[in-house]
């Protein structure tokens, strides 16, 4: 047998072994996909109103615009289906951001934690249903600021 085989078939073993051993520790009920499963504030992404959509997922509707956001979107977006969005801070102390589309059924897009340390910046698509303000929040040292910029969406991604 030449060494190359030998490798491939160490490899499978080894992959075979851990996979094993994942399902016995999920059979046995020590892992639980829920311990990993992030989680879902599903009353924030069902709501109706912006307000309540910032409460939901921030604790509070009480924002102050900042310039140390920067929200970079397309001025005028196609397709509303897949709006690219990326929100960066410089602010200190983020712990969290969220992105809303102001003129959608549900407001909320996206909501992400982050942990100490993490550079501040989010990249994502969103849909938005009609030409509307994106306003990304970030909430840092316990206080939350907001930016925002208007999208012009020709073809709504929301059934419209």
């Excluded at 929200?71 to 005028?76: E, Q």
């Excluded at 589309?101 to 550079?119: C, F, M, V």
């Excluded at 994502?124 to 306003?135: D, P, S, W």
Aim: charged share 20%; with cysteine.
């Amino acid at each position: 047998m030449n060494t190359n085989m030998i490798t491939r078939r160490r490899i499978f073993l080894k992959g075979g072994f851990a996979a094993g051993a994942v399902g016995a520790a999920i059979g046995a009920g020590l892992l639980s996909p829920r311990i990993v499963l992030a989680s879902w504030p599903k009353s924030a992404f069902d709501a109706k109103s912006l307000n309540d959509a910032l409460k939901d997922v921030l604790g509070s509707d009480q924002t102050t615009a900042s310039s140390d956001i920067t929200i970079k979107a397309p001025d005028i977006a196609e397709n509303g289906a897949v709006v690219p969005i990326t929100v960066s801070s410089t602010l200190p102390g983020v712990t969290q951001i969220a992105i809303f589309a102001e003129g959608n059924p549900t407001p909320l897009t996206g909501s992400y934690d982050l942990g100490p340390g993490t550079k501040p910046f989010i990249a994502t698509r969103i849909k938005m249903g009609k030409t509307a303000n994106v306003l990304a929040v970030v909430k840092a040292d316990g206080k939350l600021y907001s930016a925002k910029k208007e999208v012009k969406v020709t073809i709504g991604g929301c059934g419209g």
